[in-house]
């Protein structure tokens, strides 16, 4: 009976270690909340209702999520929130969170918190209206190469974003004095877009989601895009790379936690985003949104990360945006 009573002990002891060593597989243990850094109706808002909705219909994670929008400061609100709370609480980002911090417009950097995935990226496009006799990208560019006064380009809604530094770098890397082009701001994409059917400008650069619809109604030409493979809706729209010059800018959407969290944490989520990004109703997601899948797990994103800062900085000095 002694015999008996001791094995009982250390199988209860045992048990009591196991269960002590894998907390950590409990995780997650409440409502996991997507924080979107921005109002409803953007970008970021639609990937973290993408994210709720494919997550809960697969049934990947067996927790309430919940999208919680906190919009201001180009983000800084919703990540300064995300600082401060544990690892339940995820955000989506994008170049701005990156960007932002090189601007001198917020104290966060991207090493504040916990890389988990770049998700999905749409392209960037430049666009003339139908009757503009620039015959394509390659041409405008030596237009402004000869003039970087010509033309007027149109951007929105700041100079420092993912449109203006795009066209900075491919204007730059042709031989463009870029710190004499003449951008033209607006508050968004769409008034970057009526500005340029209306004839006000010459050229404008913006998503291609912003673009395509005009183009393919004819009243406007997409005369290049950053992307990598040719456009679903018109394999004729040529990229920089068809043109012969050798670059592509995606705009990338990603998500990361708060600082601090376990590898056991950052695992799981690996686990059920490689999971996600295979299944039918992420490819819909994308399909509809005219996203691209562009994944990347934790290890790789911070690797991502990284290499964004690095070429954000010299672009920004070659803007001009810093010294």
Known sequence: MKFLSVIMLA???VL?????GSAESDY???NVEIVAPATPGGGWDATARAL???????GLVEQNMNVVNKPGGGGEVGWQYLKGKDSHSLSINSSLVIANNLLGQSDLTYEDFTPLAVLATEWISVAVPSDSDIEDGVDMLERL????KSLKIA???????NDHLSFVRVADEYGVDVSQLEFMIYESGGDVLTALLGGHVDVATLSISESLEQH???NLDIIATTADEPIPEDESIESWQDQGIDFTFPHWRGIMGPPDMTEEEIAYWDETFSEMVESEEWQKVLDNNGWQDYYMNSEETKAFLDEQNEMYEDLMKTAGLTE
């Open 11 to 13: 199988v209860v002891l």
């Open 16 to 20: 009591s270690a196991c269960g002590n």
């Open 28 to 30: 997650p243990s409440k």
């Open 52 to 58: 709720q909705n494919v997550l809960d219909k697969e």
């Open 145 to 148: 190469k000869e003039d970087p």
């Open 155 to 161: 951007v929105g809604p700041a100079l420092g974003n």
């Open 216 to 218: 393919l109604s004819g």
